[in-house]
């Protein structure tokens, strides 16, 4: 897409809808993640299952033959991504995410691979207090074909 983000009010549904849209941003800049992330994460979680913190058993059971990050934690990193956007909303008094739709863990994360985002607006509505926008979301494998992560982030503005 390579254009900045269009700025439009919160409340101008016309634009916004326009501004809806097949074509993904730009993909965002790269962030590694490493197995000291993944095991603090595991810890944190209470999720220690071995294919995340253990890298000589990795090594040796893992189809993979390495560690792999939780798909929560691949999660948790988007706001880490810097994802570009299509649209920068303006004039609101809040925002709020209202949600995620539709999370699918399609491929592993391996540890030290590089991650990076790109997202769409897939949807501009009016909502009860006022504009309801969806964005479907995808992150990768710097490299890989096919995303790793994909879901709809709900974002409302009042």
């Not at 709020?96 to 999370?103: H, M, S, T």
Request: proline share 7%; with cysteine.
């Amino acid at each position: 897409m390579n254009t900045p983000p269009r700025r439009m009010r919160f409340d101008d549904l016309p634009a916004l809808a326009a501004a809806v849209s097949t074509e993904f941003c730009d993909w965002g800049p790269s962030f590694r993640v490493t197995q000291e992330l993944i095991s603090a994460f595991a810890r944190m979680t209470h999720d220690e299952f071995w294919l995340h913190v253990d890298p000589e058993r990795a090594k040796r059971d893992s189809p993979t033959g390495t560690t792999l990050a939780h798909g929560f934690l691949v999660l948790s990193l988007v706001p880490a991504l810097q994802t570009p956007s299509p649209v920068e909303v303006t004039d609101f008094r809040r925002a709020f995410n209202a949600g995620l739709d539709r999370v699918r863990f399609v491929r592993p994360v391996a540890v030290e691979r590089e991650i990076h985002a790109r997202m769409r607006l897939a949807e501009a509505r009016a909502g009860a207090r006022g504009t309801r926008l969806r964005f479907q979301v995808q992150v990768e494998v710097v490299g890989d074909a096919g995303p790793a992560l994909v879901y709809e982030l709900l974002v409302a503005y009042e």
